[in-house]
């Protein structure tokens, strides 16, 4: 039970560790300092905390669903949406920015834009400066302004430091026929798998042993269209 507690190794090297740190610092603060440029500092400083967390899931674990373009584009623009609705009618109250958080979670999953800081941005958004509330619906402006700094920094950064971002659809393995044979194919552990991402040298928020759940799941649903290929072509 207390081994469920314990964090699990990273497979990454301290270069790829400063490397993100670095991408972060500079991405948070470009972006930042774009909105203070056109709407004050007082109101990026608003958003320092939301573009903060957006910026450690960019620029450290790139290659995972949620630090995705769309991911981040959507959800800031779900959570502006939802967050000035929700202020303009139940008003500025700790119960209502909670209540805002919680229906952009639902719309951010509905969209397929999940992204966690897009909740804490819609608390934000609700429980606004003054300088914030004063703009009125045009403080989607500067939150929108900020989530696309942060992604032409990480865009720029990640590709400059040879990490590829955006994600790309994985290419499908090729197809060797004629290569039958009569020894089967290794399975698959969550020790190999481990050995992998190491070799990878890149965070996934990803566990090995969760990967191999699902390469057996996987495999399994292989398993029973084959058989089920094989029973259609006997019946033709």
């Not at 779900?78 to 139940?90: S, Y």
């Not at 934000?124 to 032409?152: F, H, I």
């Not at 191999?212 to 292989?222: F, P, V």
């Amino acid at each position: 039970m207390l081994a469920r507690w314990l964090p699990a190794a990273i497979n990454t090297r301290p270069a790829e560790w400063s490397r993100a740190a670095i991408g972060m610092a500079l991405g948070t603060l470009l972006s930042v300092w774009a909105c203070a440029q056109v709407f004050g500092m007082e109101v990026a400083l608003h958003l320092l905390g939301p573009l903060g967390a957006s910026a450690v899931l960019l620029f450290a674990v790139s290659s995972g669903a949620l630090a995705q373009p769309w991911s981040i584009i959507g959800s800031y623009l779900c959570a502006g949406v939802v967050a000035l609705l929700v202020a303009r009618v139940l008003g500025r109250t700790l119960g209502s920015a909670c209540l805002a958080a919680g229906m952009t979670v639902v719309l951010i999953c509905w969209l397929r834009c999940l992204h966690p800081p897009a909740g804490g941005l819609a608390m934000t958004l609700v429980l606004a400066d003054p300088a914030s509330v004063a703009l009125g619906w045009y403080e989607l402006a500067p939150v929108m302004l900020g989530a696309g700094a942060l992604l032409a920094c990480a865009l720029a950064y990640n590709n400059a430091t040879r990490t590829r971002y955006p994600k790309g659809l994985a290419e499908p393995a090729p197809v060797i026929l004629g290569t039958a044979t009569a020894v089967s194919e290794p399975s698959i552990t969550a020790a190999d798998l481990k050995l992998a991402l190491a070799e990878m040298e890149q965070f996934y928020d990803v566990e090995p042993t969760e990967l191999e759940q699902l390469i057996h799941a996987a495999e399994g649903h292989a398993r029973r269209r084959s058989i089920g290929e094989v029973l259609a072509s006997r019946v033709v």
